[in-house]
């Protein structure tokens, strides 16, 4: 078993993941992350007050928290708003999981929608009757292992609560009346399951009508246009650092929007240089729940508007600004990382420790 249900502060679940050691979402909420440090500062919700259809983009869909967040606060301000999700997401497993796991929304029509578009890739119920019976299974020190501000869910109520959520939701779509729902004429959601590096070059493929073999996707290429908000939501960048490369994030550029605009959790330095490496013109979003600040960034220097402090420019000129590369895009995270220790090695360029000790001494 690769990962097990964990409660944040906000009462919804998140999952901690034993492969990366990592959990996928902040102890303040999977909830509470996905509004204050993706739908909120993105400036999604000012978007759809002027415009009737929005394109995301969502990197590593997880539990899904972000996409659904989204378009439950899009349809508040907006009802007659088109929405197109795009959403790339490596395991069937966590897809599955996201059918069924609280997210807080409480939106029938929306959470239907969603399970219908999972359904179409993978067999939930297969894949969670397998994942019910191996739950036993996984490491009873469990809190060892969880940051600070998480809960552990214990192994008996964890079986029971997803045999007991999983029968009710399969039972209830499958005996509930198919009404007519706006969110099903307004809601388009599109999945790739793959690993994000090859999803990402496929989606451009797709994008610049290339020569591409893959007829499975050949009904969604007009839905794969350019998106306006990317939400990048990969594993902390220092465990994971694959999807965080100059490489992927020029990827990115390319999808993007001349308009649009990335938002991301992360305020690490070789995030922030790879994403100006790759061409785009960044900014900070606002810290929630711990005291640094996320990332937006643009292909349009003249959109930013919460500009990086003279300290966080300042440690991007650091060691810790090298960033990470993955040319061929078949690296291994031990891999990069072993590589940019190597550059960092012979930059020349000042410690970030000596660099916050002379701020401090300013």
């Not at 029971?160 to 388009?188: C, G």
Request: charge should be negative; hydrophobic fraction near 35%.
């Amino acid at each position: 078993m690769e990962f097990i249900p964990i409660i944040t502060e906000d009462g919804t679940i998140s999952l901690y993941n034993f492969s990366v050691k990592d959990v996928y979402h902040s102890k303040i909420g999977a909830y509470t992350e996905a509004l204050q440090k993706y739908t909120i500062p993105s400036g999604l919700l000012e978007f759809v007050k002027h415009n009737n259809e929005v394109k995301i983009l969502d990197v590593c869909f997880g539990l899904g928290y972000n996409s659904k967040v989204a378009v439950s606060e899009i349809l508040k301000i907006n009802p007659e708003c088109k929405i197109t999700i795009n959403a790339i997401e490596i395991d069937p497993k966590v897809l599955a999981l996201s059918c069924i796991l609280f997210d807080g929304i409480n939106n029938q029509f929306l959470e239907q929608t969603f399970f219908e578009a999972i359904s179409k890739h993978i067999n939930v119920g297969a894949i969670l009757d397998e994942y019910i019976k191996d739950v036993h299974k996984y490491s009873p020190n469990i809190d060892e292992l969880l940051p600070e501000g998480y809960k552990s869910i214990e192994v008996l109520e964890i079986k029971e609560k997803l045999h007991n959520i999983y029968y009710q939701t399969i039972s209830s779509r499958n005996t509930r009346n198919r009404e007519a729902s706006p969110v099903n004429s307004l809601l388009t959601i599109n999945f790739f399951i793959d690993d994000a590096r090859s999803a990402i070059k496929l989606i451009n493929g797709l994008n610049e009508k290339s020569n591409n073999t893959l007829k499975e996707y050949s009904h969604i290429k007009s839905g794969f246009c350019h998106p306006d908000f990317i939400f990048h939501d990969p594993f902390t960048p220092s465990k994971a650092p694959i999807l965080w490369t100059v490489d992927f994030f020029r990827e990115l550029y390319r999808l993007l929007d001349e308009n649009g605009n990335l938002t991301t959790y992360s305020s690490a330095a070789p995030v922030r240089t790879g994403l100006i490496e790759a061409g785009f013109f960044i900014g900070r979003t606002e810290p929630i729940g711990k005291k640094t600040s996320g990332t937006i960034a643009y292909k349009k220097s003249e959109l930013l508007k919460n500009f990086l402090t003279e300290k966080e420019k300042g440690i991007l000129e650091t060691n810790a600004g090298i960033p990470y590369y993955d040319e061929n895009f078949y690296s291994t995270s031990e891999e990069i990382l072993k590589n940019r220790e190597l550059m960092q090695k012979t930059s020349g360029r000042v410690s970030s420790s000596k660099f916050y000790k002379n701020v401090m001494n300013y």
